[in-house]
């Protein structure tokens, strides 16, 4: 067979031509796409910052936002309602030295029906919130200190290159607990030893700070555990009544239970019983339940506190309590800041369970004064000599207590809370002990006092490290 066509199919001359030509048309696209991407990349990476430069000044916005908000004041001009009564708007396209940017920040009250699955909190409406207040929410009456902050940060503004990010976080202001009393008892024990001949003053009706009758609702003097104390087989209400003196209980005033909120009580006479002060000792329960003052109440809000306040607690233990004389620590160590009136702050120190209740946690002698929010949790108190604080002493935890020593004088104006959380504490132990002739001092008479004061707790509330950041997101 002649296979004449075996050598032509064979031979493979002029092949590398067309495949080189191939190859090139091939490597040619490769090369103009590849050419085409690396010169997107510039613009890509500059997209990139610009976008993240935008973000970063939304985050500077937050916390400019947050500063102001901290240190707005709880009523008037610059607090949160009246930002709110104002539109809502905090600054517009602000400028940032030294950044090509500007940002918008907006604040909205937490009042919209679907507001709660972005603070993660019951809103004021009708989702199911029952610490509001008498006030429904609108959006200009923010009354659970809860709102959610809207902040654009914007780069290159009014050129083609514009561009913006928003961030949304929910701002909120811890809520004091309620304090229905000038003294309250929550806990599980409400022992008194008043002194005797000790002059022991409590009023639940509200003063200012500089001894002026204030505007603030009428409280009652003490408020105690509801039930029976298992230990005397009587009530709590009825063993403070009996642990106080005649006097002391004539000198009380505060709210009178007997009749419709919110009248007071009528000081009484030392020659007359029964003493109308017994009126204004009341135990938790007469109280609506958003007025009580309970245990977790006390404990939720301490646990936010320490949440907020980080690292700054002063430990104590039987080897090493906490000595201050005259408003300075004893141990260089351990700096102590009790606050002022006009820069209150938050004091949290940490005890250690004392069964013995042998060992004073906190000494302060000579001349102290305070003002905020003075936390002792699993820690007692002895005052000596001349006490001042304006604000909230709340102590909490196992065989605590404060004791007023001999020849102390004390005033304090806001709330006293003692919150004892063991049953079986060591007999002879008390929450409130004053001991024989301590006294107060002022030009007409010699006590130790407590005042109701709204003008305080104001103050206290308006604490900035109160107010933190719970939600952030990029919308």
């Known amino acids: 067979m002649n296979r004449w066509w075996i050598p032509t199919v064979i031979n493979r001359r002029g092949v590398a031509l067309p495949l080189a030509l191939f190859a090139l048309v091939m490597l040619s696209g490769l090369l103009l796409a590849f050419l085409t991407m690396s010169g997107m990349e510039p613009t890509i990476a500059a997209n990139l910052s610009d976008i993240t430069r935008a973000r970063y000044i939304g985050d500077a916005a937050v916390e400019w936002a947050y500063d102001r908000l901290a240190a707005a004041p709880l009523t008037g001009s610059g607090s949160w309602n009246d930002i709110l009564a104002k539109g809502g708007t905090m600054a517009t396209n602000q400028a940032i030295p030294g950044v090509l940017g500007t940002f918008t920040v907006t604040m909205r009250n937490d009042n919209q029906p679907v507001d709660n699955q972005i603070t993660g909190l019951a809103a004021c409406n009708a989702q199911g919130a029952t610490d509001c207040g008498p006030l429904l929410p609108t959006s200009t009456n923010d009354n659970n200190f809860v709102v959610i902050v809207t902040a654009t940060g914007t780069l290159n503004g009014g050129t083609p290159n514009q561009v913006q990010r928003q961030i949304q976080v929910v701002v909120r202001r811890i809520g004091l607990p309620p304090l229905p009393g000038a003294v309250n008892f929550p806990g599980v024990q409400a022992d008194i030893n008043p002194g005797g001949t000790a002059h022991l003053h409590v009023n639940g009706v509200d003063y200012n700070r500089n001894g002026s009758l204030g505007t603030g609702p009428l409280k009652f003097g003490y408020t105690v555990p509801s039930g029976i104390n298992p230990a005397t087989g009587t009530t709590f209400e009825a063993q403070v009544e009996n642990n106080l003196t005649r006097h002391d209980k004539n000198e009380m005033t505060g709210r009178d239970q007997r009749k419709p909120c919110c009248v007071a009580i009528a000081r009484g006479s030392d020659n007359t019983c029964p ?14 339940s958003n007025e009580q003052l309970t245990p977790q109440k006390i404990a939720d809000f301490i646990s936010q506190v320490k949440a907020q306040i980080g690292g700054n607690t002063i430990k104590v233990n039987p080897a090493k309590p906490l000595v201050v004389n005259s408003g300075t620590s ?25 069964p013995t209740d042998r060992y004073t946690s906190v000494a302060l002698n000579g001349n102290t004064s305070g003002a905020g929010i003075l936390i002792l949790e699993d820690a007692d108190m002895a005052i000596s000599g001349t006490f001042r604080w304006d604000g909230i002493i709340l102590i909490t935890g196992k065989n605590v207590g404060v004791t007023f020593k001999q020849g102390s004088r004390a005033f304090i104006y806001g709330g006293l809370v003692v919150d004892e959380t063991d049953k079986t504490e060591r007999a002879g132990s008390y929450e409130m002990l004053i001991e024989a002739n301590a006294h107060g001092d002022s030009s007409v008479d010699q006590f130790t006092t407590f005042y109701s004061s709204q003008q305080n707790l104001n103050m206290v509330q308006g604490i900035g490290s109160l107010v933190k950041v719970t939600t952030w997101r990029e919308i």
């Open 275 to 288: 003493c109308e002060g017994e009126y204004s000792i009341v135990p938790q329960s007469v109280l609506p």
């Open 330 to 354: 004893a141990d260089p160590s351990v700096p102590v800041n009790l606050g002022t009136v006009s820069k209150p702050t938050i004091t949290y120190i940490q005890g250690t369970p004392d």
